[in-house]
Each structure stands twice: as structure tokens, then as C-alpha cells.
């Protein structure tokens, strides 16, 4: 789950650190980073490195506790790709940080603290350490499952999908082996009736679902490809791949299998990885970053394609959605580079 993370924090063990030491040292770190310092306080400050190449902004906060201090980074944008940003950030200004704890003699500590100390926000100090538990609680896995700005699609997608699901197990269909008749009669794809005049089928077979844990596995791969994708390319335009894609994976799936009953979602999520995997073989994300998911997706997506070689999966549909999502991705690169150049670096 670390690749869902939208934050990255780390506890520093330091209990015999005084506050004051503690201040001087993040505020010099900052300064020494060019870090814009947003809030200060006795218990800690919030600051924002410079803009990053991803184009996602983080906000890094340091707050005092009584047994050390805590390094926290997230992005600002509310988007829930991290692309390893965020453990970045943390990890230069603890760097940073221990840099000064040796710089620093007492009395350059004493100096600096006299300078800062009216700049500290004393009255109302929302990073002391109770308050701020109090105010952020911790989020869970199901947070992935919230429509926010810039990820609004997969989860309203995901539940669609749970809903049909439920209303076919409340009309009495097993939630386990349902039969081929009920599958067709829900919207399931087969070559003959979609090619035939029933063409509406090459886009509900992609929200039926043959049992529970044919659901589960596509969900779970749904938001797995939703929460890097759509913030990268926006809501629209991963609508319109999941739409295209699952019709594609259809469409081949009837060809191939003309007289095979089939369903699910996992067409349309081949193709939301093929579309990723198009944008990371070009620049629009940075290099490091880019060869480790290259490495992921590539290697999630042939395990799932050797996978599907089993009988009673429909394969043809997985590779109809991976190429039509592939295309889709070179064809709105332009696009996508063009609003990463002109956005402006904060």
C-alpha cells in the first residue's frame, strides 16, 4: 500500500532535545533547503520546499513531542499519487537537520532564538502536540474509497459497480457462481447479441460481476490503477479511457469468444494500466520514479496476462483493453506535457 501513500511521515527520537534547540535547528534546516517557512510556532513549523517536476506540491510540517519530533510531508493538491516525494522531503530535512545539530555550538543556538522568538505564533498554536492528534486524525485504507478533487471517478466507478453487485444479490443471484443466463440477463457480454444490435453490452459487461471475489480482485486493481492514474490525467479524460477501453476489451473478447458469456471489469482496468504504462515510457514523470513503477505496472500486467491463459478467462478482453489504453495514453501525451509546461512552479 505504500504506493497509495499521500503522506510520509517519520518519528525522530530525541528526548532530551530542548525546545529551544529544536527550533533553531528546523528553522536554520529550512532556511539552509530554501524552504518557504508558512507557520512557525513554539511546537514546530510548516514549511514548502520548492516545486517539483511531478507537479504535485508538498507541504512539510515538523512538530515537537515529548520524546523527539515528528517530519511530516503531503501533498498540498489533495491528489493521492506520492510518487516517493513525500519520503524524499522528510528525508532531506532530517539530513538537514543533523547538519545543524552538529553546526552549532550553544551559544549560536541561544543567538538564533533571541532572532526568531518573536516570530513565533504563541497565542494559538495548532501544531502543540494534543491539539494537533485531536484535529488530524489518521486515515485509513478507506480513504481511497472518497470522492475528493481530482478523484472523484474511480470511486464513484468502484461503487457503481458494488451496487450492481448488490442489486443482483438482492434479486436472489449467488453471490459466489452465478449462472450464465443470469450474467447475460444483467448485461453480460456475448459476441453474438452485442454484435447482433446489442452493442449497450460492451459497456455494462464491464460493471457485472461473476461472484464476490471476481469483484473483489477487480476493485482492489481499480483503485490500485485509479489513485496513480487520475490525478495525472484528470477526471475527464480517465472516464473516457475507462469507457474506451472497457468496449474495446469487449469488443475483441466477442470477436475471439463469440459464443462465450462474459463480464467484469478487468478489460477497462487493463486498459487504465495500459495507459499508464504509455506515459511512463515517456517524460511527463520523473525519471526515478518512472523506472520503478515501469517496473511494477510491466510486471503486474504480464503475471495477469500469463494468469488469464487459464480456462474460463476471457484474455482477448484484457489485451483489447491493454492496447486500446496504451494508444490512449500516447494520444493524450501531448496534451498532458503541454499543461505540465506551462504550469507554474510554486
Known sequence: MQLFRTHYDSIVSAPYLSQEAFIVYVVSASQELGWMIQYISPSGIIAVPPGNSAGSVQEVEVRKTRQGYV???????????DWG???KQVRTLKDAMRTQTVALSQEEIAYRYEIIQPHLNTQDDKLEERRYELEHPKEGWWSFLKPVKGYTATPVVLMLNVLVF???AGSGISLIEPTARQIFDWGGNWGAASMGGQ????????????GFVHLFMNMAALVYAGAFLEPLIGTTRFVIAYLITAVAGSLLGSVMHPD???????????????????LLTTSLIPPDIRRRLLLLM??????????????????????????AGMSFGYTIYPALRRVKEEKPVS
Open 71 to 81: 517530519v511530516k510531508s503531503a501533498n498540498r493538491d489533495n491528489t493521492l499519487r
Open 85 to 87: 516525494l513525500a519520503e
Open 166 to 168: 448488490l442489486l443482483m
Open 199 to 210: 452493442w449497450w453490452r460492451l459497456v455494462t459487461a464491464a460493471f457485472v460481476h461473476i
Open 260 to 278: 462465450i458469456i462474459s463480464a467484469g471489469a478487468s478489460g477497462a482496468i487493463f486498459g487504465l494500466f495500459g495507459v499508464l504504462l504509455a
Open 298 to 323: 510491466g510486471f503486474y500486467v504480464i503475471y495477469n496476462l500469463l494468469s488469464g491463459m487459464k480456462e474460463g478467462i476471457d484474455n482477448a478482453a484484457h489485451i483489447g483493453g491493454l492496447i
